[in-house]
Nanobody, 128 residues
Framework: QVQLVESGGGSVQAGGSLRLSCAAA??????????MGWFRQAPGKEREGVAT???????SYADSVKGRFTVSKDNAKNALYLQMNSLKPEDTAMYYC????????????????????WGQGTQVTVSS
């Protein structure tokens, strides 16, 4: 049974920073064995990929967050992180952690339909 629990969301002003965390329980595996991703969904919009990191550390970012967000993982803590800097009002959304055993290559890894396991989400609100 895979369990993912996000934390770290909150309300910030534009230009601020937040760090999201995802604690993972992966049926005896670790984040080093999985493709992990961050996704977000704003009201009335489809869920979109933000950043992914595969089992050997290859990373993909959505164009909208490149240069501002950084995804990382800690294999020892079995955790996934998303450092978000220079936040904009359009970053406001529910952010979800997701996992699947094998990443699709490159930017295809940002497609939500390929992920089997999801956390409950953490809300990020950026005010102007």
């Amino acid at each position: 049974q895979v369990q993912l629990v996000e934390s770290g969301g909150g309300s910030v002003q534009a230009g601020g920073s937040l760090r999201l965390s995802c604690a993972a329980a992966l049926s005896g595996y670790t984040v080093s064995n999985y493709c992990m991703g961050w996704f977000r969904q704003a009201p009335g919009k489809e869920r979109e990929g933000v950043a992914t990191i595969d089992s050997i550390g290859r990373i993909s970012y959505a164009d909208s967050v490149k240069g501002r967000f950084t995804v990382s993982k800690d294999n020892a803590k079995n955790a996934l992180y998303l450092q978000m800097n220079s936040l904009k009002p359009e970053d406001t959304a529910m952010y979800y952690c997701a996992a699947v055993r094998i990443c699709m290559p490159g930017v295809a890894s940002l497609r939500a339909e390929f992920y089997h396991s999801w956390g409950q989400g953490t809300q990020v609100t950026v005010s102007s």
